[in-house]
C-alpha cells in the first residue's frame, strides 16, 4: 500500500474525481487535498499542499492535476524535497521514477484521458528509484536545492 497524497485545480478535478476512487480499490491510502469542484481556482495552494504532505512524510508519493499539469509541476517543486514530474506519458512516467526517483507526479487533463492516466499513476506508483548513478545525479539536485535556499 502507497500512501499517496492527490490534488487538483478546476481543470483536473474531474480527473482526480475518477483516479481517488480507483487508487483506494487498489488498496492505496489516499488523502484528497482537493479542490473540490470544477468551480475556477488557482491551482499553487493545492500543489503545495499534496508537496508538503510527501516532504513532510504523510505521503508516500503525491499527484497533482491540472489542465496541461505543467504549472501544477512548477507549483509542486516550489516545496523544498519535492522533485514533481510532468509526465503525460508512459515514457517518460518511468524515467521520472526510475532516474530521477520523482516524487510527485504531475499530468494534464486536458492531455490525457482516463485510460492514459490510470496507466501512467500506475506505472508511475510501481516503477522503483534505480540508484546507482542515478543516485548522485539526484543528491546533486538536492544539493542546489539547498544552496539556492540558504540551508
Known sequence: MTRIAIGADHAGYELKQHLVPRLRGLGHEVTDLGTNSAESVDYPPYCAAVGRAVRNGEADLGIVLGGSGQGEQLAANKVHGVRAALCNDLYTARMARSHNDANVLSMGARVVGEGLAEEI???????????????????????????????
Open 121 to 151: 499513476v500506475d506505472l508511475f506508483l510501481a516503477t522503483p528509484f534505480e540508484g546507482g548513478r542515478h543516485q548522485r545525479r539526484v543528491e546533486q539536485l538536492m544539493a542546489i536545492e539547498a544552496e539556492e535556499s540558504g540551508n
